[in-house]
């Protein structure tokens, strides 16, 4: 069976998540999307918030396990038998970290390949960071983001 883990913040899951989301699933027969957790990172959503929006959003996607996980990568990885990480690449401004990220994670376990799957070019500017910083100014994020989490900023920013 050919599983592979999707790790990120995810803080909110945007369009560009989705769609290597998508994509991913598509050729495996199991895809583990986790939340990471860094206890020293602040985030706007909390852990449950961030996994229920990945959900609302996978519609119809059946092959998609939502976690979340505590500590290191390569540990989730043992613990589950998974052998393949996914990230995705926006451009070559992500590649050093991606690189040094991928690289430290086969020195911590060596049966561990970190694969990428290149964003669609018209999410290619798009992060989370973004995301929030426009939604909490008040403009339009719908082109950017699945309608749960649109709904979810509307609940969270109206108080
Ligand atoms: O969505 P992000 O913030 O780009 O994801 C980064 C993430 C969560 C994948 C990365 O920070 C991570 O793997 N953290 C877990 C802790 C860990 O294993 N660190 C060593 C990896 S080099």
Redesign the pocket.
Known sequence: MMKAMY?????PITLGHLDIIKRAASMLDQLYVVV?I?PLKKYFFSIEERKKLIRESLEGINNVIVDD?E?????YAKKNKINVVV?GLRAVTDFE?EL??AN??RK?YDKLETVFFMTDEKYSFLS?SLVKEVAMLGGDISYWVPKPVLNAFKEKLRR
Do not use: E, I, T
């Open positions: 790790p990120g913040s995810f803080d990471m860094n996980h500590g290191l990568l390569v540990d990230r970290y040094q990220m430290a994670n911590l989370s």
